[in-house]
């Protein structure tokens, strides 16, 4: 018999999942973290907090997202029964909308009124400005030079709800140096305002608040297989960033040791071209953006720059809970190529007439080979983070060329 896999599935007191996270923050933000972490915690209890989250969630996002069966997708694998976990049907396309609202909710109750974020391809950008126009804040999107001429799109999305979006023209000009930007204004305006961040990363008690704000996600299937099936899930597939989504999906089943887990992390052009994003298959221990964690780097500690095709998996680091996730065992981490989830993407798109996001394409291309293992009773749940409108232009340009 193999040894039970030894889990936390709560931080420590010091914001620890086994040995990675903490908080690596300069002095001035301990005391700004504190009130957060004792805030957020009087907040969980809070029955009326609560219900004004789950009215959002409902009434604003869309909550409950279905939980689809992919009839032609589980006919073509020829094995377990496939069930997709409709995330892009969150408002804005995303599943980044739960957190964002939920953040955003929290510093309006600490009678914060200005937000500050950081955003790469704009998604998060986008999902925070949402919500802060939603509920009357005011909001600040930090995004580096480079991306804001990539990401028009969505940088004129986020101005016309209200935010302003600051171009970023230090380092390399990504999402790396708008991070730091981030910081640095909530450094010196942290009386009255309240930095969203946009995954299970950085300081605890982020990566704890974030993943909670997703949870939903793993609670509703929970709930919805149970009334189309009448039991619980065989294995879960979720695509792999920072990790938001997967933890969403995965956290409520972890204690339940039946269920097999797969997170799906963006290989790049492959795992040792050099231009890879698989944080967990090619990265070391390190300390990025407040938290001790996996982190692609160089043999002497520099970070290295991330590559996918897709801009949300585009990230050298991912969140601790994650990293602790792994090192027990209790998930199995695959690494992607751009060219498998492309060709995912395509075949979802053909067979069940949704067209996913690039992110979510990654989980789609473990599909075949984890499908086709399994019996026909049993079940699979790929969570379905967004959808790939946000993708058309990437997506035509590398077809293209076939
Ligand atoms: C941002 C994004 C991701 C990656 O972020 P996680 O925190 O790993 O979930 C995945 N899918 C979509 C659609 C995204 O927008």
């Not at 950008?125 to 991306?147: F, H, N, P, R, S």
């Not at 399994?374 to 058309?392: L, T």
Request: proline share 4%.
């Amino acid at each position: 018999m193999t040894a039970l896999p030894l889990i936390q599935t709560e931080p420590t007191e010091e914001g620890y999942f086994g040995d990675f996270g903490g908080r690596f923050v300069p002095e001035t933000l301990i005391s700004a973290l504190d009130q957060l972490e004792y805030e957020y915690g009087l907040l969980e209890q809070d029955l009326v907090f609560q219900e004004q989250l789950l009215s959002e969630f409902r009434q604003f996002i869309g909550r409950p997202t279905p939980l689809t069966f992919a009839k032609r997708l589980t006919e073509t694998y020829g094995g377990a029964k496939i069930y997709l976990k409709r995330e892009d049907l969150c408002h804005t396309g995303a599943h980044k909308i739960n957190n964002a609202i939920g953040q955003v909710m929290l510093a309006q109750k600490m009678g914060k009124q200005n937000i500050v974020a950081e955003t790469g391809a704009g998604q998060h950008g986008v999902a925070t400005a949402t919500a802060c126009a939603k509920l009357g804040l005011t909001c600040i999107v930090y995004m580096g030079e480079e991306d804001v001429h990539r990401q028009k799109l969505n940088v004129e999305r986020m101005r016309l709800m209200g935010a302003e979006v600051i171009p970023v023209t230090s380092g390399s000009r990504t999402l790396k140096d708008a991070t730091s930007e981030a910081i640095r204004h909530w450094v010196t305006h942290v009386r009255d305002t309240f930095y969203v961040i946009g995954s299970v990363v950085g300081p605890h008690p982020y990566p704890k608040m974030v993943r909670d704000f997703h949870r939903c996600i793993g609670l509703e299937t929970r709930e919805q297989l149970d009334q189309l099936e009448g039991k619980g899930p065989d294995h879960l597939i979720a695509c792999v960033g920072g990790g938001s989504n997967a933890l969403g999906l995965f956290h409520p089943f972890l204690e339940d040791l039946s269920v097999y887990m797969t997170g799906a992390e963006a290989a790049g052009f492959g795992v040792d071209s050099g231009k890879t994003a698989a944080t967990l298959t090619k990265g070391r221990p390190g300390v990025l953006h407040g938290s001790l964690s996996y982190l692609l780097q160089t043999m002497d500690g520099q970070v290295e720059l991330a590559h996918s095709i897709s801009a949300g998996l585009d990230y050298p680091g991912i969140g601790p809970e994650h990293a602790h996730l792994f090192t027990s065992g209790r998930v199995t981490y695959k690494a992607v190529t751009d060219d498998e989830a492309m060709k995912a993407l395509k075949e979802v798109s053909m067979l069940e007439g949704i067209i996913p996001a690039i992110e979510t394409a990654h989980a789609f291309a473990l599909l075949p080979e984890i499908a086709s293992s399994m019996n026909k009773d049993q079940i699979i749940v790929v969570n379905c983070s967004g959808r790939g409108d946000k993708d058309m232009t990437t997506i035509t340009e590398y077809f293209s060329h076939e």
